[in-house]
């Protein structure tokens, strides 16, 4: 089996690419050891020293590490147990619900939200996937034209993340919703 890594925007993420399936029922984020118990990958992952998040993509693992930890030590340790846990026939995701994805509004301004989800199902999951990470709908707070989004994978904690936020993500809002006027990060 041949692992390829891609390098990502954020320095602490790397990119890991099997050549096969990985989350096709949607991506999973892991941010702990105790959040990767519902997955066998990911919690044999989180037993290598440095790393600090697994984030599972349709055809992809982005793995974040300790700032502390350099590549060249952790690379060899996550591409054997990234390796081992594809070729052993255990579950990659064990008991792990699917996620729903985006959080649930119940407000008034219900048609915005469904514009803004689809604008970022269409338009900006599938850009920010290719760098190992992904954006959901958190909440929007229509007083003030607001949307709220939360940054998973590669996209958490990634130095060009208010520039992505900003730049793509605003103006792309912006032109379709004239009611939003700003986007914000969650944690």
């Not at 020293?49 to 055809?59: A, N």
């Not at 350099?70 to 619900?97: C, N, T, Y």
Request: proline share 6%; aromatic share 6%; net charge negative.
């Amino acid at each position: 089996m041949f692992i390829q890594t891609e390098a990502t925007p954020n320095p602490n993420t790397l990119k890991f690419l099997p050549g096969r399936e990985i989350s096709p029922g949607g991506p999973h984020e892991f941010e702990n050891a105790d959040a990767a118990e519902a997955s066998p990958l990911a919690a044999d992952l989180f037993l290598i020293q440095g790393v600090t998040g697994v984030f599972l993509g349709e055809d992809f693992i982005a793995i974040t590490k300790d700032g502390a930890v350099e590549w060249d030590h952790v690379k060899p340790f996550l591409l054997g147990a990234i390796m081992d846990g594809l070729q052993s026939g255990r579950p990659i995701l064990g008991d792990a619900e699917t996620e729903s994805g985006h959080a649930a509004y119940a407000g008034d301004d219900g048609e915005i939200v469904k514009e803004i989800i689809e604008l970022i199902d269409t338009r900006v999951r599938p850009a920010v996937a290719q760098d190992g990470g992904d954006i959901l709908f958190h909440s929007f707070l229509a007083e003030s034209g607001t949307v709220r989004l939360k940054m998973r994978g590669a996209c958490s904690g990634c130095p060009s993340s208010t520039m992505t936020l900003k730049a793509g993500i605003e103006n792309l809002l912006k032109h379709y919703i004239p009611e939003i006027q700003s986007v914000e990060a969650v944690a």
